[in-house]
């Protein structure tokens, strides 16, 4: 197979997007869009419960992005890639910096002491991406200085920048993401009393069979990559 990134890359579409100026006229502007939100909800679900399991275990991932998931050719996903994961015993923190600069928490970047919500808060970048083929705190798609890794950063730590979504995306995802990418840790989706509960009865999960998740047997739709790609893999 490949990974989450390999499938956002084979799958990214540009759509005409009706969007009404101030003055009431309808444009159409060509917009990019990623995955479909029922393929996202499968990576999102999988990935949740991959959490609930390391950290049920005391163990902090650290470092979840789309190319650490990886995806078989029949659609099913595992998390990979456990380089920057951490035991912590009850009621450690962690200080180190690490992960990927867009999709660190906040708590990583003003080096303060951290723990599972570093997780969640990359969930929600995660599940950004692959339905936006965006970034959150990026600017534009190109390398310019503006997207530089510290210039993210620090949109990130920023009260005041807020995360933009695409008319095309639900609103339940949208709250969805916004509540993972909640700043204050203590107020974050997964990460509060209640734990991952909360996570899987979002109402963006609200027809998503966890049971048959769980159980092994829930059998997503098998990607289609195209012979050149699978050549090149």
């Not at 917009?31 to 679900?45: F, K």
């Not at 928490?105 to 599972?116: H, Q, T």
């Not at 005041?160 to 509540?179: G, L, Q, W």
């Amino acid at each position: 197979g490949c990974d989450l990134m390999d499938v956002l890359a084979s799958m990214v579409s540009i759509k005409n997007i009706p969007t009404t100026s101030a003055n009431g006229q309808v444009t159409h502007i060509p917009t990019q869009i990623g995955l479909s939100e029922d393929m996202a909800r499968y990576y999102a679900g999988v990935l949740t419960l991959a959490f609930e399991y390391l950290h049920d275990n005391q163990i902090i991932y650290r470092d979840l992005k789309p190319e650490n998931v990886l995806i078989s050719l029949d659609g099913k996903c595992k998390l990979g890639d456990f380089g920057y994961a951490k035991k912590l015993d009850v009621g450690e923190q962690a200080f180190t910096f690490c992960g990927t600069p867009g999709y660190v928490a906040p708590e990583i970047v003003l080096s303060k002491g951290y723990g599972y919500g570093v997780d969640w808060w990359a969930l929600g970048v995660l599940t950004y991406v692959i339905v936006t083929s965006q970034q959150p705190f990026k600017i534009s798609n190109d390398a310019s200085e503006d997207d530089q890794p510290i210039k993210v950063m620090r949109r990130i730590v920023d009260m005041t920048y807020e995360v933009k979504y695409p008319t095309y995306a639900s609103e339940e995802v949208c709250d969805f993401i916004a509540c993972l990418l909640q700043r204050n840790a203590s107020r974050r989706l997964g990460n509060y009393e209640g734990g991952v509960s909360h996570v899987k009865n979002h109402r963006w999960f609200a027809d998503f069979d966890w049971a048959l998740l769980e159980s092994g047997l829930y059998t997503p739709k098998p990607i289609r990559l195209s012979p050149e790609f699978l050549d090149m893999q």
